[in-house]
């Protein structure tokens, strides 16, 4: 009788243990890669946001997460080495920046799953069959709620500066962002502007695109923004200073740069939330069942100093409207 | 207890269901003795039934107490949750509801009517306001009374001031009423965000109306505030189901719809819920709690659900307190109940122990019971019982042993014979193991030391199988018994009688005296030996014996007669077995050799190792061997078996002293037991071998084919035992079989190979016709088919050239190179060409071994490792032109029907290379001709021209010399030589160097033209009596060889043509002769050139002098008219008396003055219309005109005439003629003149004009029946200045000119006059023309 006790509380003890080894087994450690349009000097802000998620969410990062950063340097063929390095580390999860970047990454991996950030369009840039399912293996976070956004950031840079009658747009056609020029002209030409495209490549046409503005006698400039246009942002606010033309941005980056005004979501907000999709994945669920987020919180961002230098007085509903009102 | 009972007449006393029962074996274990047996099977089982029963009661008492309990508390519980859910559900309901008004209070403020209601700036301001403290709005806009939007703000799109769109027909302005704000339907922007439209109607119902997009996306932020438990959640679900709100945010932007789920499906049916919450499933089919609270202005509902497992968590727990109170009162029970029942059980199983022990035999215990209740009683009885069982056990036990003693004998003898039986039935092929079962169960079954079995074996009985007890005393020391009545098995066997004796000793002298030394030895006393009968003989015996007299008990001797009659069936079995299995082998070894046969058509060896090797198994030879009649030795074939080989037994002499000899030659089968018995002089052959061999038993069979012997198949033993003669019977058919074979073998190969032969020949022909212009495809074809069909390592083409042997085809299957050489010189030291030389077929047999004889052949093979060679001359019209050669790696000559296939072969060849020379001579005659034929047309076609036939006559030479350069170089009248045509390099340095060269000797040309002979240096540069022009020039041009024809007219050179190449090398006739052909054909050209430029000169000049007479003629004409016009001027004048008047004398002279002068005016005109014709200045002047306006004028002019002549003059015009185009003056001067020749020559009768049209042409005919023109003149009369005949002319006058001129001006017009006439049946002139006029044809 006694040996039959004994053994019955032996199994129970050896059960109630394997069961305890077995869940101390089961930690895994995430692997994600990050690659981001920018540059760190200039860009560093939104991957600290990104970790900020993920701490959030109960990630430490080197205990139960790693997290490969790279950067394309906010050059067009930057992403695709970025992106075969990071898949080389075999990712549990590919987040990346900008329409150019996700589209590299659907090119690259149709199995890892992809989680995008500040998309403009994900479904017209063919990265998304619908912003409720995306099917494949990318979701994300869109950057726009509809297509009046570029209008409407337009019409902001026309209460600051009502004088405008030939807007500069300033756009680069290797981004995949053409759309944004199409709406750009087009809101131009609702508010009676005549729209002057100036196309930019590189860092190095800048200059250039600045003097076709001059010769045009451009007296506004919309900058439609890509990775290259934001990694070059201190560049392209000291241009449009020195020329005096009074911009408006996509990104509040831009503004920070001291650029005159932005309507724009917050990148970095998306950053963070970036990592609720991660943390969703990494428990199991399809991105292609991920809808994507649209943004709801659009920042008007003004710099007092751009528009004392440009001699623009910022009106008062403006002033009680923005969002951040940089001194 | 009551259950046991004692079975009676059992061996052993033994329990049924006896707790400590035990195995009982009948006479195997001694009865009384106990044994340890499972105790504890059925020890706990009383002890158990109580316990369990008492257990079992305080159990059911215990649940039954609990379970109620739990029952009334789980529902108590389950309400208060339900309760509980749904305060939460309401407050959650509240908190969205709150969350609403509060969006819905800041839109009214933002409505408020302003100061100035038509400040739209303010009011986009206060708008703007909004946006900002109300992140949820996303839109919002105020329409006016009429409809018209006024302002709209967007925080994702333009805002509109004043647009004034028309927003009347939207629901919300048409829905808003004033102090309750309307809520639109939820919709998802991009199907993916919720939104909501909130309209608000502000200053009475004709205020306007304020409107807001609210994106539903941030009651996120309350419904994710709202906890419910760890998992649980609350969510907001819209009237149609879809979710509006959840805390998984991704939920709602997937637009999800929970119509499906039943809460949500009994939330919308139902308007007020029965129960505070339900049961139900979420998306994931988990179960949850799930409680409905509805927002009435919205018409949604707001759920709050938690899992099921969570909810129920704490009613688990008290559940689980239940439990372990019932398992701690179980416990406690069960010590209880274990103590009960162990007193109760204790003497119980005392009794037990007593009676298990009664039961295991051990009688002599008491059982000591105190209890001193009915259990004692029940000890006492069992001790009683046993006292008596002690008694009656020990007489049982005798009875049983003695039974059991005989039930083993007579089972054990009939083991034996089963056993014997089965031995019988698993060898039927051996005896042996069945007689060595049959004595081993006699020796042990009849307690004989010893037993055998003894089989006849001729006149003795052998012992075949023996089986000792006794391991001790050797076996072999039984010696074979003579079958004689004298031994005990003799007469056994003989007698077919069993013989039984009981003691042999006394026996030995009187009866047994064989049996002596055996019985002896074995100190055997007691005998016992019984025959192996069948069927009426005996096969031999078998004994036992004993060492002490005395018979063997009756049931022995029949066991042993029993086992005799098994042993004689089983060697009747084998024996029959064995004959039967042999019958089979050896049928299966025919088949088998016939299959071999008919499977290896082509080759014999196969089919002959099959004969060998069956043969060697069936007559159990130790070798077996087929030989093959060779000449006139014997040379083996095939070869079985395990004897040493000897090497001279490969190939034999066919000699009578070799047994396989003697076999053949004498065609008998030799058999012998014994060779070594036979006398060395009858076999001196076969008795080397055989001592060598050490073989005895010796077999020989002939292959005989239509009474000749082909070979032989001879068999050996090492031992002295005689073949059978089924053996023999055998061997004579595989010998029979093998000899059908080697014929089928031979005629299938000889057929094969003349298919073969046929088929190569066939396909060299093919060859032959499908290249009939190229001789390498016919040799390549039959050095292949000769290397195949002949079995060569190679076969050689070679053709001569000149005094060489050239190669040109080498084919076969050596992997070595097969083109030994590229040309052979034609002389002894090759195979080759002494084939060629001496016009025979030539074989060496070893190559190697003939280096004196063909040095270089020799040289060859030892290059390339040949032995064999044969050489075949080919013959063309009985000259040797080639040979074919055939080597072979190995010494092993070429067969008789190899050679006439090369034989055919090489005729072949000849065939093919004649078609060829046929076929390319003819090509060549054939370019040739057609060379000429183009030079001749060139020479027709440019008469004048020399130029074309001179290139013409170059490119020919080019072509058909295969000319470097082509020439033709002329002679000029000045003797210096100048070049008339030239193709290929070098023109100019060759011009250069001509231009100051002569005629002369010091050139080929000159030398040429002197010698009037074909000029031939076949090597320019080093030849002899070349002129030294043609040395420079070819020095200079680079021409190694060249010939020069020279071209000569009526003996004078006119120059040469030549051909050079850049090759020494001679000419072939054909090609002189040719160039011959080509320079008669340049003289021929240069003449025509020459004769037809006079001709052109002297006609030349005729023109011009044919022009001077004309204009001479017109000019004449001219002056002449002038002078003559005034003399017929005045002479009419003086005529008609204006210079007075005349006599008539005087006038009929001025008439006669009148009519010459007319005349000669007549003539003149003619001949200025003839010259002005030639000169080529008449024109015509072309206009409309009626052919019947002209004939009928025409007539009518020239009425007068006929009448006077008393002519009738008819005219038949057709209707409806065309209207013409064309001259008509000169038209009607046409048929004025010949209308008035008519008359002017016909005397009487009449003249008729008839005028019609067909196909485009006026047909004008004009008949009369004068006297008619001769047909010799009838080609005259319309050339100049002739008429028929002198004397008419004279007496008819005219000038002669008329007909000319009409036939001129007619051509002109294009159209033709003819005529038809006989003498003396007048004439008709035909006039064809065309009724419009082209254009002016050239007056011929």
């Known amino acids: ?327 | 207890m009551s259950e046991r009972e004692l079975v009676p007449g059992a061996l052993a006393p033994r329990a049924i269901d006896e707790p400590a029962g035990h195995d009982p074996i009948p006479g195997s274990a001694t009865p009384g003795v106990a044994e340890p047996g499972p105790r504890r099977r059925y020890r706990g089982r009383l002890f158990r039934k109580y316990l369990l029963l008492i257990l079992s009661l305080v159990t059911i008492a215990l649940l039954a107490s609990g379970a109620i309990s739990v029952y009334f508390s789980y529902q108590e519980n389950k309400s208060a949750l339900a309760s509980l859910q749904h305060e939460k559900a309401l407050a959650a309901a509240s908190r969205i509801e709150q969350y609403i008004e509060q969006i819905v209070k800041q839109l009214a403020y933002a409505a408020l009517p302003q100061l100035d209601a038509s400040d739209v700036e303010l009011r986009r301001i206060e708008f703007l306001k909004l946006l900002r403290q109300a992140p949820e709005v996303t839109d919002i806009a105020q329409v006016d009374a009429a409809g018209r939007e006024q302002i709209a703000v967007s925080r994702l799109g333009m805002d509109n001031i004043n647009s004034a769109k028309d927003r009347s027909q939207e629901p919300a302005v048409r829905n808003a009423k004033r102090g309750q704000p309307w809520f639109g339907p939820v919709y998802f922007k991009k199907e993916t965000e919720p939104y909501m439209t909130i309209a608000i109607r502000s200053g009475g119902d004709t205020g306007p109306v304020t409107i807001a997009d609210v994106n539903l996306k941030f009651i996120w932020d309350v419904v994710s505030r709202i906890k419910i438990g760890e998992k649980g959640k609350a969510y907001v679900v819209d009237g149609s189901g879809f979710l509006v709100a959840d805390p998984d945010i991704g939920l709602v932007l997937r637009k999800t719809n929970l119509s499906q789920l039943p809460h949500v499906k009994a939330a919308a049916g139902k308007q007020d819920p029965a129960e505070p919450a339900m049961i139900s499933s979420d998306l994931a089919g988990t179960q949850v709690l799930t409680s409905v609270a509805p927002i009435e202005s919205l018409k949604w509902n707001v759920f709050v659900e938690q899992p099921v497992a969570e909810v129920y968590e704490k009613l688990n727990a008290s559940i689980l307190r239940t439990a372990g109170l019932l398992i701690a009162g179980l416990v406690i029970s069960a010590f209880a109940a274990l103590a009960l029942a162990r007193g109760m059980v204790r003497p119980i199983r005392t009794l037990d122990e007593g009676a298990r022990r009664i039961g295991a035999g051990e009688l002599d215990q008491k059982i000591e019971v105190h209890t001193g209740d009915e259990l004692e009683a029940l000890a006492d009885q069992f001790n009683r019982m046993t006292g008596r069982l002690r008694e009656s056990y020990a007489g049982l036990e005798r009875k049983v042993d003695e039974r059991t003693r005989a039930l083993k004998n007579s089972l054990e003898q009939q083991t034996a014979i089963s056993e014997i039986l089965r031995v019988i039935s698993s060898s039927p092929t051996d005896v042996q193991p069945v007689l060595d079962a049959v004595a081993a169960r006699a020796a042990h079954l009849c307690d004989s030391p010893y037993a055998r079995v003894l089989l006849a074996d001729g006149d003795i009985l052998r012992p075949v199988a023996t089986y000792s007890i006794e391991s001790s005393r050797s076996v072999e020391a039984i010696l074979p018994t003579a079958l004689s009545r004298s031994s005990i098995n003799g007469r056994a066997v003989l007698d077919r009688e069993t013989i039984h004796i009981d003691d042999v000793l006394p026996l030995f002298d009187s009866e047994y005296p064989d049996a002596r030394p055996n019985a002896t030895a074995a100190g055997i006393r007691a005998a016992l030996a019984v025959p192996l009968v069948r069927e009426g003989a005996a096969y031999g015996s078998i004994f036992i014996f004993r060492r002490q007299p005395g018979l063997f008990a009756p049931d022995q001797v029949a066991l042993l007669e029993t086992f005799a009659r098994q042993a004689a069936i089983a060697i009747d079995n084998v024996r029959l077995f064995n004959e039967t299995r042999e019958a089979l082998e050896q049928q299966t070894a025919i088949s088998e050799i016939l299959r071999v046969i008919s499977s290896s058509p082509g080759d014999v060896r196969p089919m002959l190792n099959a004969v060998a090797e069956r043969a060697l198994k069936l007559c159990d030879a130790a070798q077996s061997t087929i030989m093959l009649v060779e000449g006139d030795v014997l040379r083996v074939a095939a070869s079985m078996g395990n004897t040493p080989t000897l090497e001279e037994r490969e190939v034999m002499p066919l000699t009578r002293g070799s047994i396989s000899g003697r076999s053949v030659v004498d065609r008998v089968v030799v058999h012998m037991e014994d060779l070594a018995t036979v006398p060395e002089d009858e076999f001196p052959v076969g008795r080397e071998i055989q001592r060598r061999i050490g073989h005895h038993a010796v077999l020989s069979v002939p292959l005989m084919r239509e009474d000749r012997s082909i070979g032989v198949i001879g068999l050996w033993r090492m031992e002295a035992r005689p073949f059978t003669e089924k053996q023999i019977a055998l061997v004579k058919t595989f010998a029979d079989q093998a000899a059908i074979a080697i014929e089928n073998v031979r005629l299938f190969n000889a057929t094969r190979e003349a298919l073969e032969q046929q088929t190569a020949v066939a396909e060299i022909l093919r060859v032959i016709s499908s290249s009939p212009t190229d001789v390498q495809p016919v040799l390549d074809a039959i050095a292949e088919r000769a290397a195949h069909l002949c079995d060569a390592a190679s076969a050689s083409m070679y053709l001569t050239d000149g005094d060489m042997l050239r190669h040109l085809a080498s084919r076969g299957p050596s992997p070595d190179p097969v083109i030994m050489v590229d040309a052979l010189p034609i002389n002894r030291d090759s195979v080759s060409g002494r084939a060629l030389l001496e016009r025979r077929t030539i074989e060496v047999d070893d190559m190697l071994a003939e280096e004196a004889e063909y040095p270089l052949s020799y040289e060859l093979a030892q290059r390339y490792g040949h032995r064999t060679v044969v050489v075949v001359p080919l013959f063309r019209e009985g000259k040797p032109f080639g040979t074919i050669l055939l080597r072979r790696q190995d010494v092993r000559p070429f067969g008789e029907r190899e050679l006439a296939l090369l034989q055919t072969f090489g005729d072949q060849a000849a065939i093919a290379l004649e078609n060829v020379r046929l076929f390319n001579e003819t090509k060549e005659a054939l370019e040739q001709q057609q060379a000429s034929g183009e030079v001749l047309a060139a020479i027709s076609s440019s008469i004048a021209d020399t130029t074309p036939v001179f290139d013409k006559i170059v490119q020919s030479c080019e072509r058909l010399f295969a000319g470097k350069q082509v020439g033709i170089t002329l002679v000029g009248d000045d003797g210096l030589l100048h070049l008339g045509a030239y193709h290929g390099p070098g023109q100019d340095v060759f011009e250069r160097l001509m231009s100051s060269l002569r005629a002369d000797d010091a050139t080929a040309t000159g030398r040429a033209i002197q010698t009037r002979t074909v000029q031939h240096f076949p090597d320019i540069e080093h030849g002899p009596d070349v002129p030294e022009g043609a040395r420079i020039g070819g020095r200079a041009t680079g021409m190694k060889a060249a010939i020069y024809a020279p071209m000569l007219w009526e003996g004078k050179g006119l120059g040469v043509i030549w051909v050079a190449r850049d090759y020494v090398g001679p000419f072939s006739d054909k090609d002189i002769a040719l160039l011959k052909t080509f320079a008669d054909q340049a003289v021929i050209a240069i003449q025509n050139a020459r004769l037809l430029r006079e001709i052109q000169e002297k006609s030349r000049q005729v023109e011009v002098a044919s022009q001077h007479k004309m204009q001479f003629l017109a000019n004449m004409s001219h002056e002449l008219r002038t002078p003559l016009n005034a003399i017929l001027g005045y002479s009419e004048l003086l005529f008609d008396g204006t210079y007075g008047s005349l006599d008539d004398r005087v006038k009929g002279v001025l008439e006669r003055v009148q009519h010459n002068g007319k005349h000669l005016l007549g003539l003149i005109n003619d001949v200025l219309d003839l010259s002005k014709m030639d000169a080529g200045q008449l024109k015509l002047s072309l206009d409309d005109y009626s052919m019947s306006a002209l004939v009928k004028s025409t007539v009518g002019g020239t009425e007068s005439l006929a009448k006077a002549k008393g002519l009738a003059l008819e005219s038949s015009i057709a209707d409806g003629l065309p209207h013409g185009w064309g001259d008509e003056r000169r038209l009607t001067q046409v048929l004025l003149n010949i209308i008035g020749n008519a008359i002017k020559f016909t005397d009487h009768g009449k003249v008729e004009v008839v005028a019609a049209a067909a196909d485009g042409k006026f047909n004008v005919d004009v008949r009369d029946t004068g006297p008619g023109i001769a047909e010799a003149d009838q080609a005259r009369i319309f050339e100049e200045f002739q008429q028929v005949d002198v004397s008419s002319t004279r007496r008819k006058g005219g000038t002669g000119l008329g007909l000319a001129i009409a036939r001129r001006i007619i051509e002109m017009h294009g159209g033709t006059i003819s005529l038809v006439s006989e003498l003396g049946a007048g004439s008709t002139f035909h006039i064809v023309l065309p009724v419009r006029v082209q254009q002016q044809k050239e007056a011929a």
């Open chain 1, 1 to 327: 009788m006694m040996d039959r006790r004994t053994l019955v509380c032996g199994i129970a003890l050896t059960m109630l243990l394997g069961t305890r080894g077995r869940a101390e087994q089961t930690q895994t450690v995430y692997r994600i890669g990050l690659v981001e349009a920018g540059a760190p000097s200039a860009n560093q802000h939104f991957v600290d946001a990104f970790m900020a998620g993920l701490r959030e969410l109960g990630y430490v990062p080197g205990k139960n997460i790693v997290v490969d950063v790279r950067w394309a340097e906010g050059q067009a063929d930057g992403f695709r080495p970025a992106l075969a390095e990071l898949i080389r580390l075999r990712p549990d999860v590919i987040v990346v920046s900008s329409t150019l970047g996700a589209v590299e990454a659907k090119k690259v991996t149709t199995s890892i799953p992809v989680v995008f950030i500040g998309v403009p369009d994900p479904v017209g840039s063919g990265l998304a069959s619908g912003l409720a399912e995306p099917g494949g293996n990318l979701t994300g976070l869109a950057r726009a709620a509809g297509d009046g956004l570029v209008g409407k950031t337009v019409q902001e840079l026309r209460e600051i500066a009502p004088g405008v009658t030939r807007m500069a747009i300033l756009w680069n056609p290797g981004a995949a962002i053409d759309e944004r020029r199409v709406q750009a002209v087009a809101a131009a030409q609702a508010f009676g502007i005549t729209p002057l495209v100036v196309e930019i490549h590189d860092r190095n046409g800048l200059q250039a695109a600045f003097g076709a503005m001059r010769k045009e006698h451009a007296n506004a400039l919309f900058v439609v923004t890509d990775p290259m246009t934001l990694a070059n942002r201190d560049e392209i606010v000291k241009l449009a200073a020195t020329n005096r033309l009074p911009a408006v941005y996509e990104f509040g980056e831009f503004v920070h740069a001291g650029g005159l005004v932005a309507y724009a979501p917050s990148i970095t907000e998306q950053f963070r939330r970036a990592a609720i999709y991660v943390d969703k994945i990494l428990h199991g669920a399809k991105p292609g069942d991920l809808p994507i987020e649209q943004p709801t919180k659009f920042e008007l961002v003004i710099n007092l100093k751009a528009a004392k230098a440009l001699g623009i007085t910022i009106p008062k509903e403006m002033l009680l409207r923005a969002d951040e009102v940089i001194q």
